[in-house]
């Protein structure tokens, strides 16, 4: 039979006789001197050398190793396991660790568990019957740490980028696409494979408007320059449909300031311009119905007068019957010479006359007007107010606005019922005007359309009124919302800025 091989710890005891060998003493030198720990393990995985690294990654002293069965170094359930390992590659000659460079777990001695490259290489010495195998470590627990943490920061980052509304992009200085979000590509029924790796001005979302590619790569020569870009552009979106972009084009750099990406960014105002469109539209109407509406009422007041004298002189010689249909014409005619009179107040371009109004000495006029114009309603009103500092307002229309509200009120409330005026301080430097009432209320399919002009549920409405109100209140600087009440019925709030 072969020798045993004797480990180093064996030839450590040698005498001072012993003359060592000059490759051994190398061997240690070589060992001693390596900054990554290396262990040396027989057949059976008993360590036979260890470098003196060890000691400071691992905690184990070399000399604790050797002799030892290597997969004390080894959580579970690789330890229960390597033994098996190498018999299974005693017998068969197969493993999968041989030649190769894979991660895995070591156990410090005091109980740490830290990430390790391993790469295990098989060296056959001559003479000795078994092979020994060397495993090389490298500790990349800080980096695989980061590695991670970098992982979770980009994942942050590309739910963060993929769920944003607006359509963002990221190109390269070259204006190349590198990345972009779920919503540009959406808007567009575009694939990101289709952009990302082609110049931004040759993509899906440029292709469709004359003069946009050159635009935008004008913009792109702007934004490499320094400067900040942005323009209204309107983009063929999924069937053709337009679609109106707030673009803008922002250069990014870093620490040295040195230009690494450029940032597109696009937000659907579609919507948007729609909307003012329409606005804008209503009040070149709206306009010319003011330059109209006044010649109309001078035109109309005169022959109406005219005429309710007239049906009021013949009703007086006609009979009960007839009376009636010629009041009812009157009416008519009242009706017609009051929807002229408020869409010419309506129409008419606001002029504010600020000063100081006192909120109480506002509400108890309407409460004193209330009583006159409306002496037979049993409606009780009521009035809150305490401790609410002075308002800068134009008072004989903001009385308008409120009278407005009150009317509707007692108007709703035919068998009696509350009518509550409230005026309060809100905690955000605001002043709040509330006209409320326990009558039906207003149902929630008129309430979207409650401010628009010309929009009534009543049979002899004009639809002014609210609107008016609306007009008044945006004058101010201020917000009036409509609903449900604290006491269960109609409630308009008013919010205005104070001073």
């Known amino acids: 039979m072969p020798p045993a091989r004797r480990t180093a710890a064996e030839r450590s005891e040698d005498g001072p006789g012993t003359t060592a060998n000059p490759t051994e003493v190398r061997l240690r030198a070589i060992l001693a001197g390596m900054l990554d720990p290396v262990v040396t393990i027989d057949a059976r995985g008993i360590v036979q050398e260890a470098s003196a690294s060890v000691q400071s990654v691992f905690g184990w002293e070399p000399a604790e190793l050797i002799g030892r069965n290597v997969n004390l170094l080894m959580g579970e359930p690789q330890r229960s396991l390597h033994d098996g390992y190498l018999a299974r590659y005693r017998e068969t000659g197969v493993t999968n660790i041989l030649g190769r460079t894979r991660e895995f777990e070591v156990v410090h001695k005091n109980g740490t ?23 090389s470590f490298r500790d990349v627990t800080a980096r695989r740490k980061a590695e991670l943490a970098l992982a ?35 808007a567009v029924g575009a694939e990101r494979a289709e952009v990302v790796g082609k110049p931004f001005w040759e993509t899906p979302w440029w292709e469709q408007t ?12 702007d934004a490499v320059r320094g400067e900040l870009v942005r323009f209204e552009t309107t983009l063929r979106g999924v069937g053709g449909r337009p679609v109106t972009v707030d673009f803008s084009l922002k250069p990014v750099r870093n620490e040295r300031g040195e230009l690494v990406l450029l940032l597109p960014e696009g937000r659907d105002i579609t919507v948007l311009r ?3 469109r329409r606005e804008t539209s209503m009040l070149k109407a709206l306009a010319t119905i003011g330059e109209s509406a006044s ?20 009703a007086d010689q006609l009979g009960e019957d007839t009376r009636e249909i010629l009041q009812g014409l009157e009416a008519s005619l009242r009706r017609v010479e009051r929807t002229m009179r408020r869409t010419l107040s309506f129409a008419k371009p606001l002029e504010l006359e600020r000063r100081s109004v006192a909120p109480e000495r506002l509400l108890q006029s309407l409460a004193a007007r209330a009583r006159t114009e409306y002496p037979r309603s049993t409606a009780a009103l009521e009035i809150e107010c305490a401790d609410v500092p002075l308002l800068e307002a134009d008072e004989g229309l903001l009385e308008d606005a409120l009278w407005n509200l009150v009317k509707n009120s007692l108007e709703a409330l035919e068998f009696g019922g509350h009518v509550r005026l409230t005026a309060r301080r809100t905690g955000n430097g605001k002043l709040e005007l509330a006209v409320e009432d326990d009558g039906p209320g207003i149902p929630d399919y008129v309430l979207p359309n409650v401010f628009k002009p010309f929009y009534t549920t009543k049979a002899t409405g004009t639809g002014i009124g609210l609107a008016l109100c609306k007009k008044i209140v945006d004058a101010h600087g201020g ?6 009440g604290s006491l269960g019925g109609a409630g308009f709030t008013i919010t205005l800025p104070l001073a």
């Open 113 to 135: 568990q830290l990430v390790c490259e391993l790469s295990v290489s098989r060296v056959d010495v001559p003479g000795e019957p078994d092979p020994l195998f060397i495993g």
């Open 152 to 186: 979770d920061r980009e994942r942050r980052l590309s739910a963060v980028f993929d769920q944003e509304f607006e359509f963002v992009a990221l190109l390269s200085p070259a204006g190349e696409v590198l990345e972009v979000n779920r919503a540009a590509l959406e």
């Open 210 to 221: 004359a003069g946009a590619r050159e635009l935008v790569q004008r913009s792109i020569a």
């Open 274 to 276: 729609d909307a003012q």
């Open 295 to 314: 010649v109309l009422v001078h035109e109309i007041k005169s022959p109406i007068t005219g005429i309710h004298l007239a049906l009021q002189a013949v």
């Open 479 to 484: 917000e009036i919302r409509a609903g449900r």
